[in-house]
């Protein structure tokens, strides 16, 4: 368990600085959050679950006053991100997830072979793909491997992990809020009216389709999703438990979108990263709009290569909870399967002061570390009297790629190997050898050629492949498992 983070006293050493007045309301405010709503209908009697944190310590804050503020703390963390990147980064190869697939049981061992077995059938559909294709891949690969290991283990477990793999301690961090001078020209407070600002925004940001990409949350569970879909525009109106974390506008392709919300902060953050050379950043920025009650489960931002990324917080509030990218992602396993028992976790690492709260309000800042992991809750003034009163939480989002870590990627992920991600097991080598035997009597039983046979084996992969695409889509309709976007944020 970690001790309560320090704050550095002074702000001359570019360091932590105690928050300034106008950031009293972040330090007061830690608003009460939904985990669950009542029951509606007579044969729907669950009752509503909260929860509030209440020992959590507050975001620490960074100052940044000019462009080389900024450009020195993203040096740093890039150069911190690639000193400990075998503990966090969430690729198969990487140390940490080496390490957890060692000690995976034999029948863990075997569902991950046929992942693996999966990534590598699939690599012709991705062939011609962008590296980000590929990353995203891979790193889906790892998401599974954490998944196994989850499987049995206790808090305690997690965070005796957590501790041995340094993500954990003084010196951690996953998440700042930023505050100083340069807010004058990275943040923008305002409140947003849906009908007349934010839906025609969305309507240019969904060009040259009439859709956009929705999702809302379970009323039993706020970590769970009533399902994935897209829904005209037009169509599009407030409610409790929506949002939508794709609303997105590529810079590379059109220099203009037309949302001036949006085409001003991609202007700003590039004019102040411009002699920063440890990062490039993501022509793709996000308007990530949400309403009341809306919750993003604990998540590392991975579907893109290693980021930082800077949230500005222009209407409504939104509750950042930072906690160890491994802690952060063992909440979101539990939580998903029991309700009940992501309050209890919550609760208990609420208790031991594990992670930190950042409640952004219009016109505020956070810089999202890639080495951690967040939850992003928006809070209900009707359960908070004390937050400002808003009906929409909107976001504007850039990522920061962390330079050296994206060449290194996209020089690997062009490898012809890159989807192999495991050793092949002395089991595996025993089974491909019984396969080939297997095939080789069959092809002289039925005097087959060799074009003969992949005719046939084609064949015979295309129907199982088909009965197993069938399957697979039912299991996750039932299943239903709350994964969100390509981008969680």
């Known amino acids: 368990m970690s001790a309560p983070r320090k704050r550095a006293a002074t702000a001359e050493e570019g360091d932590l600085e105690p928050a300034s007045n106008k950031h009293r309301v972040v330090e007061s405010q830690k608003p009460v959050l939904r985990l669950r709503e009542a029951g509606n209908g007579p044969f729907d009697a669950r009752s509503e679950l909260t929860f509030q944190f209440c020992d959590t310590p507050v975001s620490n804050i960074r100052v940044v006053n000019n462009s080389a503020d900024l450009c020195k703390l993203v040096v740093e963390q890039t150069a911190k991100g690639m000193a400990t990147q075998r503990s966090w980064l969430r690729q198969p190869r990487a140390e940490w997830i080496a390490q957890m697939v060692k000690e995976l049981r034999p029948p863990q061992r075997k569902l991950l072979r046929q992942r693996h077995h999966d990534l590598q ?66 943040a923008m407070a305002k409140d947003i ?28 569970n706020c970590f769970l999703q009533e399902q994935r879909f897209s829904m005209p525009v037009k169509e599009v109106q407030p409610q409790d438990r929506l949002g939508s974390l794709n609303t997105t506008w590529n810079y590379a392709k059109n220099p203009k979108s037309g949302v001036a919300l949006l085409d001003e902060f991609h202007d700003s953050v590039r004019s102040a990263l411009t002699e920063c050379q440890a990062c490039r950043l993501n022509a793709l920025m996000y ?33 950042f909870h930072f906690l160890p990218v491994l802690v952060g992602l063992y909440v979101t396993y539990v939580g998903r399967r029991n309700v ?29 570390l890639p080495f951690g992991s967040h939850g992003v809750w928006v809070p209900s003034p009707a359960y908070n ?105």
Not at 132 to 140: I, K, N, P, Q, V
Not at 289 to 316: A, C, E, L, R
Not at 347 to 368: N, V, Y
Not at 436 to 452: F, H, V
């Open 340 to 368: 009940d028992t992501l309050a209890s976790v919550l609760k208990q690492l609420d208790t031991l002061r594990i992670g930190s709260i950042a409640t952004l309000c219009p016109g505020h800042l956070a810089f999202i």
């Open 121 to 186: 059938t699939r690599a012709r559909e991705v062939e011609e793909a962008d590296e980000f294709d590929r990353w995203s891949l891979t790193a889906e690969f790892a998401s599974h491997v954490l998944d196994l290991w989850f499987e049995g283990r206790s808090l305690e477990d997690v965070l005796e992990r957590t501790k041995e793999l340094g993500q954990m301690g003084e010196d951690a961090a996953e998440g700042f809020i930023l505050e100083g001078d340069l807010l004058q020209e990275l």
């Open 287 to 319: 308007m990530i709009w949400k309403f009341p009650h809306y919750v993003t489960s604990y998540h590392q931002d991975t579907h893109v290569p290693p980021h930082h990324t800077i949230y500005n917080q222009v209407s409504g509030v939104s509750v």
């Open 385 to 489: 009297p004390g937050l400002p009163e808003f009906k929409v939480s909107v976001i504007r989002a850039a990522e920061i790629f962390l330079q050296p870590m994206l060449q290194h990627s996209r020089d690997r992920l062009k490898n012809a190997t890159w989807n192999v991600v495991l050793d092949m097991s002395e089991e595996e080598r025993s089974d491909l050898n019984t396969f080939i035997e297997t095939q080789e009597s069959l092809r002289k039983r039925l005097d087959l050629s060799a074009s003969d046979w992949l005719w046939f084996a084609r064949m015979a992969c295309k129907q199982m492949q088909e009965e197993e695409d069938a399957l697979r889509r039912v299991q996750e309709s039932d299943d239903s498992d709350g994964e969100e976007s390509t981008a969680g944020h």
């Open 193 to 220: 009216d849906f009908e007349n600002e934010l839906l025609p925004m969305i309507k240019k940001l969904s060009v040259p389709s009439d859709d956009v990409a929705v999702y809302r949350v379970r009323q039993e």
